[in-house]
C-alpha cells in the first residue's frame, strides 16, 4: 500500500527555472495538501484542495500554483525558481470526515540556486 | 488565526526514561483536534497521537500519553521507556473541527517542532 506517493525525492534548479512537484494518493482521499518546512520552522500550508475540482490558498501561496488533476493527483507548480522556495514539501492527504487525520507524503527536497 | 508553540527547541532523555514535551496553542474555537507529529530523519511525518477537544480523557498510546489541558491551552507529550528509536523532531498541530461549511478543510497548523535525542 503506497499511501501517498511524491516525486521526485530530490531536485536542483537555477534561478528562473520552472518545475512541477507531483502527488498522488491510492486511499481515495477527498482533501489534498501541499506544505512547507523551512529549517527551524514547523510545516506551513501552501495550497489545499478540500475535494476534486476545488482548490484554496493557504498561508504561504506566493509563488506556487496547484492543479487537482483528478482525485488522486494535486501538482504543486513553481513557475520561477526563487532561492526563499529552498525547502522540503510535503504532500499530504485526507479522507473527508473532520476526525480523520492527514496522511503524508515522504517529501520532496528541493533546493534552488 | 490558531497559533502553536513548542517552547523547547531540543530535549534529550536516557533510554528507558521519561521524557515530556510542552506544547501550547491559541484559538477561540471550541472544537478541535490536537496532534503530535514524529518526523525521524527519514524526513517521514508519522502521526504519534492525537486528542479530540471534546473529550475530557487524555489519550494513550503504548508508550505516548497526552495531558490535556484545555483551559490553560496546554498539550503536552509524554514518552515513557524511552528507546533509541524515538529519537526524532517532534511537531504539535492543531486542526479545527469546523469542516462543514467552514474554510478550515482539515488544514493543520503546526509548531516550530522539538527535536528529541535518546542516549543510550
Known amino acids: 500500500n503506497a499511501g501517498v506517493t511524491q516525486t521526485p525525492k530530490f531536485q536542483v534548479l537555477k534561478t528562473g527555472q520552472s518545475m512541477t512537484l507531483q502527488c498522488a494518493q491510492d486511499?481515495?482521499?477527498?482533501?489534498m495538501y501541499w506544505y512547507r518546512q523551512d529549517p527551524g520552522m514547523g510545516l506551513r500550508l501552501i495550497y489545499y484542495s478540500a475535494s476534486e475540482g476545488t482548490t484554496d490558498k493557504g498561508e504561504v501561496p506566493n509563488g506556487y500554483n496547484v492543479s487537482r488533476l483528478n482525485k488522486r493527483e494535486f501538482s504543486l507548480r513553481l513557475e520561477s525558481a526563487a532561492p526563499s522556495q529552498t525547502s522540503v514539501y510535503f504532500c499530504?492527504?485526507?479522507?473527508?470526515?473532520?476526525?480523520?487525520?492527514?496522511?503524508f507524503g515522504d517529501g520532496t527536497r528541493l533546493s534552488i540556486l | 488565526a490558531q497559533t502553536v508553540t513548542q517552547s523547547q527547541p531540543e530535549m534529550s532523555v536516557q533510554e528507558a526514561e521519561t521524557v515530556t514535551l510542552s506544547c501550547t496553542y491559541d484559538t477561540s474555537e471550541s472544537d478541535y483536534y490536537l496532534f503530535w507529529y514524529k518526523q525521524p530523519p527519514s524526513r517521514q511525518m508519522i502521526l504519534v497521537i492525537r486528542?479530540?477537544?471534546?473529550?475530557?480523557q487524555n489519550a494513550t498510546e503504548n508508550r505516548f500519553s497526552v495531558n490535556f489541558q484545555k483551559a490553560a491551552k496546554s498539550f503536552s507529550l509524554k514518552i515513557s521507556d524511552s528507546q533509541l528509536g524515538d529519537a526524532a523532531m517532534y511537531f504539535c498541530a492543531y486542526r479545527s473541527g469546523a469542516d462543514a461549511g467552514g474554510t478550515s478543510y482539515g488544514k493543520l497548523t503546526f509548531g516550530q517542532g522539538t527535536i528529541l535525542t535518546v542516549h543510550p
Open positions: 499530504a492527504s485526507r479522507l473527508g470526515p473532520v476526525e480523520q487525520p492527514q496522511h
Open positions: 486528542q479530540e477537544a471534546y473529550k475530557q
Open positions: 486511499m481515495n482521499h477527498n482533501s
